[in-house]
């Protein structure tokens, strides 16, 4: 077999990732960003680690130290979930640490939901949805797990979802964003007729979409419509909505990239 | 009972390359697969609203046909394999599949007749074993699928082929979690024991209609992990956990072939090149040719060993030079036409190595599909071939040996998160039992708690 001489390969192709790789173990990083305080600490490095049931442990260890529950959702599992966030997009660590690290969190605020009676406040509401004849539904899970790692509260319609009953959904749930995936070019019209049944029924919200068929051209071309590339975008969409831009051309101008 | 593989086809890694396979598979209308040659594979799909009705949608086909077989004539290629994977009206109303069959294979024929051009005719069914929720791989729904494959046969497909989904539920909440036992006992176990059953009936199907059992790829699976993993920057799933995946569904895919299929496998097979290796059957493969479709980091790597040469799928439109199945078809037929002749001249070792080394150490995918590497994976299946999981683990650990001998070597560069994500893979298989009946009950209970939407009764347990 022919072969190449380990210097050569330089020439024909360049490994950028192995190049551009940061200095810091994620460990490292982490241990940077936890919150330095003695009960939350180990609530944050639990969730970093996606362990359920140390996320348990210290939580009932910060209960019995006389830490509120529903202000532990806030103070410690967000906390911690936004050190997780943060080490995603800094490109430290990877799509699965921040499922299992999700998995820990909502494990978490279940817990903390039973050792009260108070309601806890959660940052708004999104639905999600796969679009009619679309079967396509992994990068709505990845969508769906990372808006509830950031605070948000998730109606999850599932895949392949009647587009009259995305509309049911939205009228009922009264969302501050929906969100659709689409994987195939067949199936991702079923958004402007969302868009259409939308505004008929006067319903102003931002309709967030993604997924491997869709462009931001499509999306432009109805007026609810603003195009996500990557499912982290699916949160900074809702946080900027939080944060006072629930314009539709202003989001546009935030999100789209091409 | 179906026969397992316990050995190679091959007696070397060396004797693996394209154009030839030690089984050739006949098919259409004049056509050897792998028996000296390579052959253009064109895969199309409808533009949106075609199938709106049955006749729309049978009007698309004889255009992409008509098409396809006059650029083929228009610029001298010798042969030709036409693809249609069934958009789901097709699979879900057999008739329309078998309509559209026909109407395809009319027009292939007057092109055989007037032209003597060699052609067949795929008809890949959809997978159309799912509810909204949940996959019924059994049931009404699988009747409908068998009837789909029969009116296909019926009316003009040679060769029959299907991306089946059995073990998808498992292996999507794994592959996000990290959890090797879970893919290996989605793809290894749950998807081995589903492709047993329907190979079985399509390898039937073939013997009844005199037409090909050509074979499955594992799409559900080892694509999703490989799409997921994506380009060099991108941080959703370590390369050196998508191979190990492939891995696992070189032992999955291997099934159809045990059952009855003779290739050539279907193009999206990545595993494809360790499956010729094992059976020495025809294979197809894409790769710079798909990124109409996808981007893949093999683009020439996997041209390797292929006995046909696809572009996995594009939607049939206008493009400067023609309709885009006219674009495509064209192009493959020229890198067609380059392995033929390095076939022909005594340089196709050269070339084959030339293609593999062009992206051997782009990344870890492409360095365990290398066909040296992509033996040793085979062998690692075959040696426990019987056991449908421990060939499955098998090609997992091999796989991850492969990778860290790459590394040790100082050629393939891994990123250090890669080689955590690996040292933790193998760690996880190292630590998994060998008692496929222990691990099945253990991943059985284990899943049956954490995937709601798992349904042990698809699998008959
Ligand atoms: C895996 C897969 C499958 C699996 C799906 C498993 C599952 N549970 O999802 C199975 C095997 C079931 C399948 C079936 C089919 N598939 Co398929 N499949 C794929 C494949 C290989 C990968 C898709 C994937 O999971 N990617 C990884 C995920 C993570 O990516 P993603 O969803 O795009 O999400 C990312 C972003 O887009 C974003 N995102 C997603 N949603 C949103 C939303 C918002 C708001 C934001 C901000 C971001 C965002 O976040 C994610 C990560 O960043 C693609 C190939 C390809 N090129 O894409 C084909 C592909 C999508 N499939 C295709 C086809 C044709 C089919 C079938 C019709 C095949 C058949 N003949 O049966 C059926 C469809 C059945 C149906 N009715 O839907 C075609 C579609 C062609 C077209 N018409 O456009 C593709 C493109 C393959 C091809 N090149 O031909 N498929």
Known sequence: MLDLKLEDIDGILVRYNVALEKEMTPDEAAEELYPKDDLIYPVAKAIYEGEEDDVVDALQAAIDAGKKPIALIDDALMVGMGVVTQLYDDGIIFLPNVMMSADAMLAGIEFCKTQTTEIPVQKGKVVCHVAEGDVHDIGKNIVTALLRANGYEVIDLGRDVPVNEVITAVEKEKPMLLTGTALMTTTMYAFKEVNDKLLEKGIKIPFACGGGAVNQDFVSQYELGVYGEEAADASKIADAIVAGTTDITALREKFHKH | ?461
């Open chain 2, 1 to 461: 009972m179906v026969k397992k593989y316990t050995s190679m086809a091959y007696a070397s890694a060396d004797e693996l390359i394209f154009g030839q396979a030690k089984f050739p598979v006949k098919a259409g209308l004049g056509l050897e697969i792998g028996g000296g040659y390579t052959s253009p594979e064109v895969n199309y799909a409808p533009r949106p609203g075609a199938g709106a009705s049955k006749e729309k949608l049978i009007k698309e086909y004889e255009r992409i046909t008509t098409d396809i077989m006059a650029r083929m004539v228009q610029i001298g290629a010798p042969s030709v394999v036409l693809e249609t994977e069934h958009v789901q009206q097709m699979s879900n109303n057999p008739d329309w599949g078998g309509a559209v069959a026909h109407a395809q294979k009319t027009i292939m024929e007057e092109y055989h007749d007037e032209y003597g051009i060699k052609c067949a005719l795929r008809h890949t069914i959809g997978d159309i074993r799912e509810d909204r929720n949940f996959l019924q791989l059994r049931g009404d729904k699988y009747n409908t699928f068998i009837e789909a494959f029969e009116e296909v046969a019926n009316n003009g497909a040679d060769l029959l082929s299907v991306e089946s989904m059995g073990g998808k539920e498992v292996f999507d909440y794994s592959i996000l979690r990290n959890d090797t036992a879970g893919m290996l006992f989605g793809i290894g176990v749950l998807g081995s024991m589903d492709m047993e059953m329907i190979w079985s009936d399509i390898a039937d199907i073939a013997k009844k209609t005199g037409t090909v059992a050509a074979g499955d790829t594992d799409c559900a699976q080892a694509n999703t992990a490989m799409f997921i993993a994506g380009g060099l920057l991108d941080k959703n799933l370590a390369h050196t956990t998508a191979i190990v995946a492939r891995a696992i569904s070189a032992a999955r895919s291997l099934c159809a072939y045990e059952a009855g299929a003779v290739g050539p496998g279907k193009d999206c097979g990545y595993e494809n090149v360790i499956i010729k290796g094992i059976t020495g059957m025809p294979m197809t493969t894409e790769g710079k040719t798909s990124t109409c479709a996808h981007s893949d980091l093999m683009g020439n790597l996997i041209m390797e060993c292929c006995d046909l040469w696809s572009n996995e799928s594009v939607e049939y439109h206008g493009e400067f030079g023609g309709t885009t199945v006219q674009c495509w078809s064209e192009t493959l037929a020229y890198d067609c036409s380059m392995m033929n002749v390095a076939l022909k001249t005594g340089k196709a070792k050269d070339l084959r190595d030339i293609l593999v080394l062009s992206d051997k150490f782009r990344d870890p995918q492409g360095y365990v599909l290398a066909y040296d590497n992509a033996y040793k994976v085979g062998q690692a299946i075959v040696k426990d071939g019987e056991n449908n999981y421990l060939r499955a683990k098998n090609a997992a650990i091999e796989c991850c040996n492969i990778v860290e001998e790459g590394a040790k070597s100082g050629k393939l560069r891994l990123t250090r998160f890669e080689t955590n994500a690996l040292a933790k893979v193998k760690a996880d298989l190292e630590a998994l039992t060998d008692d496929a009946d222990k691990f099945v009950s253990d991943n059985l209970t284990k899943f049956k708690q954490e995937v709601a939407v798992f349904k042990p009764e698809n699998y008959g347990l």
